[in-house]
């Protein structure tokens, strides 16, 4: 258990649907990760914040926006959902963002849209 | 452009053989930070090590070894008697300087399938 939690697990929706996921960091990490991951474009990095501030943005759609609140959870939101949007969405975190963190990542939200 | 390559999509070996994943990686960059990670059926990503451009020592880590080589542009990991519970998808990527070796913005290849059969 890397101490990271992601919620929830599985979800299903329809296209053109939204929809919320939802990070917990360990315990001190100031820093949050968002990756995709899908069987079209492998793993992608989307977004990350580090306390409570954007700090790098990768490939992430703008249907698709984040944040991180003052409790360091983060939130990814997801709408006009399309059949292709279809994946494993990762949180990491880590208690900086230098070289000599770690990051840990949860165990994904695996989100289906049919 | 940045830029990893894992040429190898699956490998199949039997238990005790030991087992080289590739990864080749293009960077205009003189600073980067390479990784591994480990994907195991599960589903979570496992993060197995971090190297800086500037180190190019092999490292080892039980039956874990790196191969950093800078003149080909590669970063080689080998497992050494390979065990069943090492069978997972296994992923090298990539991270620019400016992200000060976090990470953050990786890039990843699109991994390796290792099944390690007894």
């Known amino acids: 258990d890397s101490g990271v939690t992601q919620t929830p697990k599985h979800l299903i929706t329809a296209t053109g649907q939204r929809v919320t996921l939802r990070c917990s960091p360990r315990?001190?990490?100031?820093?949050v990760y968002w990756y995709q991951q899908s069987l079209d474009q492998g793993l992608q990095f989307l977004i990350q914040?580090?306390?409570?501030?954007?700090?790098a943005k990768g490939n992430i759609l703008e249907r698709f926006s984040a944040q991180q609140f003052p409790d360091l959870h983060s939130e990814l939101n997801l709408s006009s959902l399309e059949l292709g949007d279809s994946a494993l969405y990762f949180c990491?975190?880590?208690?900086?963002?230098?070289?000599?963190?770690?990051?840990?990542f949860g165990q994904g939200t695996r989100l289906t849209v049919v | 452009a940045q830029k990893v390559t894992q040429a190898q999509t699956e490998i199949s070996v039997v238990e005790k053989e030991d087992v080289t994943l590739d990864c080749v990686y293009e960077?205009?960059?003189?600073?980067?930070?390479l990784f591994w990670y480990k994907q195991p059926p599960s589903g979570e990503l496992v993060f197995l090590i971090r190297?800086?451009?500037?180190?190019?020592q092999n490292e080892i880590s039980g039956r874990y070894s790196w191969n950093f080589q800078k003149s080909t542009s590669s970063f080689n990991f080998t497992i050494t008697a390979s065990q069943v519970v090492d069978s997972a998808v296994y992923f090298c990527?990539?991270?620019?300087?400016?992200?000060?070796?976090?990470?953050?913005?990786?890039?990843f290849g699109k991994g390796t399938k290792l099944s390690v059969k007894p």
């Open positions: 914040y580090y306390n409570g501030e954007e700090r």
């Open positions: 315990s001190g990490d100031l820093s």
């Open positions: 960077t205009r960059d003189t600073t980067y930070y």
């Open positions: 990491a975190s880590s208690v900086g963002q230098g070289r000599n963190t770690e990051a840990f």
């Open positions: 190297r800086n451009s500037f180190d190019e």
């Open positions: 990527a990539l991270s620019e300087a400016r992200y000060g070796g976090s990470q953050g913005n990786l890039i």
